[in-house]
């Protein structure tokens, strides 16, 4: 079958790989869409190859579905990011991200079959549009999820997204669906433009204007309620701790280094609560699906499809920041 192998120095080539060989629980799927995520680009631009690609969100058709009581060949099913070992207490809530023993994940994904776990498939209605379902069993729309249910959010208001790559688009959309008027900062105008597209009140680009003096004006001088840096630099969480309000709240997730902060300055005088939030849970999947139903448009974050043998036109256009989501299809 074929797959992606990255290269390395930005150069992705689609090779033939033995088919996969499933355990007894495994569903054998046949993809039919998986999605270019942002945490790929560090493999992507690394001057070493990779033994394989970096995919992880992914949905498809069950073609085999082995010793399976859940699933059954035909069904269409997405893969959670996160593998649990499916055994531990907090598997058994449906929680992969705390288990102590995860077995890897779905990497490598942008193949043209897979085998994945059972329990960590998740059925899709057959309604639902392949390269959606990809985004509402993947982090696409799991990871903005978790970040709603662990910030809050309430109607009105104010969110400040810093980043609007594919993780900013996503929380634009879910904090906007959510009531929030949501403010969103970068230094591309295309993504700032999807991010208009996407829900966003106000956009700034921070390379033209002051940060500080738009969003003290958009918010009548009270700082936003809270901040989601969704840009992965220290520089944009240290904007993140100045631009949000007394009693707000600073969501880091992107992924980061180290960054010197000062408590009394940074957040004891500002009753502020700084948190994280990493992926989300399988158990996550049934609210999020009802928001879909519900209107929520997270298709708006995709911008591309490409056939998978197009995958280095597919990986340039992204890493070049000139598209939202874009989805490989076999
Ligand atoms: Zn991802
Ligand atoms: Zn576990």
New binding site residues.
């Given amino acids: 079958m074929l797959g992606v192998q990255l290269l390395g120095n930005e150069t992705v080539t689609v090779k033939e790989y033995p088919e996969p060989t499933r355990n007894e629980n495994d569903l054998l799927i046949q993809v039919k869409a998986s999605g270019i995520c942002g945490s790929e680009m560090h493999g992507y631009r690394s001057p070493t190859p990779q033994a394989s690609n970096g995919g992880h969100e992914v949905a498809g058709e069950v073609i085999e579905a082995g010793g399976s009581t859940k699933f059954k060949v035909g069904d269409h099913v997405g893969v959670h990011a996160v593998w649990?070992?499916?055994?531990?207490?907090?598997?058994?809530v449906g929680k992969?991200t705390?288990?102590?023993?995860?077995i890897g994940g779905g990497s490598g994904t942008h193949v043209e079959r897979l085998a994945a776990p059972d329990h960590v498939c998740l059925k899709l209605p057959e309604d639902i549009p392949f390269d959606v379902g990809v985004l509402l069993t993947g982090d696409g729309l799991g990871v903005p999820y978790h970040v709603s249910q662990r910030l809050n959010t309430k109607g009105g208001d104010f969110v400040c997204i810093l980043g609007a790559g594919p993780v900013g688009l996503g929380n634009t959309i879910v904090q906007s669906f959510l009531g929030a008027e949501v403010i969103v900062i970068d230094i591309n105008d295309y993504r700032l433009s999807l991010a208009k597209a996407a829900g966003a009140a106000h956009t700034i680009n921070s390379k033209e204007t002051d940060p500080l003096e738009a969003v003290t004006e958009i918010t009548h001088g009270m700082l936003v309620d809270k901040c989601i840096e969704a840009a992965g630099h220290p520089e944009t969480l240290k904007l993140a701790l100045i631009l949000v309000g007394v009693a707000g709240a600073v969501m880091c997730v992107g992924e980061q280094g180290d960054l010197p902060i000062s408590p009394s300055r940074d957040l004891i005088r500002k009753d502020l609560t700084l948190m994280g939030s990493w992926f989300y849970h399988y158990a996550e999947y049934p609210a999020m699906l009802n928001l879909y139903r519900r209107g929520l448009p997270i298709g708006r974050m995709i911008t591309d499809h490409f056939p998978l043998v197009e995958a280095q036109t597919a990986f340039s256009k992204f890493a070049n920041g000139q598209a939202g989501k874009v989805m490989l299809e076999p």
């Fill in positions: 649990g070992c499916g055994d531990c207490r907090w598997c058994g992969y705390y288990c102590n023993n995860r």
